[in-house]
């Protein structure tokens, strides 16, 4: 039975996904499923990822919003959105958090925030398993946005 967030999940996401990650993400292409590795950032339910407003990733999010992520023991689904350029000030709590868990990479050249189509795409999670030290836990997360 799917239960919401509590403090022992709540913690876990937190601690394994609250910094970079290489994640999978799956969207839909022509009815077909579409998978690549990006980097993810976790807070309160959601996946963060900087990208282009013209990728691939984005283009099939805006035909179907439905979406899935993968990782580290974690699987989920969910509801991808581009919610603005990351020096739009609604977001700039979030890019503080993003460009220090990115800080690695984030400067390299790989991200341009000069440039307008440059987008955050939140991942807002419905519903996920995930496995920590031999348990399983089937998580509820749409009660999260319903609140």
């Not at 580290?72 to 503080?96: S, Y």
């Not at 460009?99 to 987008?119: I, K, L, M, Q, S």
């Amino acid at each position: 039975m799917r239960e919401r967030l509590n403090d022992t999940t709540r913690a876990i996401m937190d601690e394994r996904f609250g910094r970079d990650n290489v994640i999978s993400l799956a969207t839909i292409d022509g009815g077909q499923p579409a998978v690549r590795y990006v980097n993810g950032y976790y807070e309160n339910g959601a996946f963060y990822v900087v990208t282009h407003a013209a990728s691939g990733k984005m283009r099939q999010l805006a035909e179907n919003p439905a979406a899935a992520v993968c990782g580290e023991w974690f699987t989920g689904r969910g509801v991808g959105e581009n919610i603005g350029h990351p020096r739009d000030p609604k977001n700039a709590d979030l890019m503080d958090k993003i460009r220090v868990a990115f800080a690695e990479w984030y400067g390299n050249g790989h991200t341009d925030e000069n440039d307008p189509g440059t987008c955050i795409l939140r991942v807002r999670l419905t519903e996920g398993l995930l496995a920590s030290h031999g348990t399983w836990y089937d998580i509820d997360f749409a009660a999260e946005w319903a609140e």
